[in-house]
């Protein structure tokens, strides 16, 4: 290698770290990308830690002439970690298992480590296959997120 200056052959650089520059920053680059960790690989999945129970539908005529579904449930959280912005969807099939409609829910409400969420869907002037007996409800979760720290 030579020296863009003068022309003068430079020897082969050679860099050395001492084992006490390692252990200063070995610990700060594992500082740095536990927040990167927790948000990528540590998250969580909300479709087994939360479990849906107790679904029943109801047809209800109280506040609406046409009539309206309503769904009502029992969210249970089977984890340790804190859910927030939980998202529910019902879909409805008919005697054939074809596809009728869906709706989603957006609870308000943080899901606590190991704890119980009642949930309320309504769904306005619902069509006649959505209120027969024959049709099959299926209630699952299609979202949500973990508190990060």
Request: one cysteine or more; proline letters at 3%; a neutral charge.
């Amino acid at each position: 290698m030579k020296c863009s200056n003068c022309g003068a052959d430079v020897p082969a650089v050679n860099v050395q770290y001492s084992w006490k520059q390692l252990l200063f920053i070995v610990p700060l680059l594992l500082v740095g990308f536990w927040p990167l960790a927790q948000l990528t690989i540590l998250r969580g999945d909300v479709t087994k830690d939360l479990v849906i129970r107790q679904v029943e539908k109801k047809l209800s005529f109280q506040d609406s002439p046409r009539g309206k579904l309503v769904v009502t449930g029992l969210i249970k959280n089977l984890g340790k970690r804190d859910w927030s912005g939980v998202t529910i969807e019902a879909e409805f099939f008919d005697e054939q298992g074809m596809f009728l409609d869906e709706a989603s829910e957006y609870l308000r409400s943080d899901i606590l480590g190991e704890a119980e969420e009642h949930f309320k869907m309504e769904i306005r002037s619902p069509g006649n296959a959505l209120t027969a007996e024959t049709t099959t409800l299926k209630v699952k979760i299609s979202g949500g997120r973990s508190k990060l720290f």
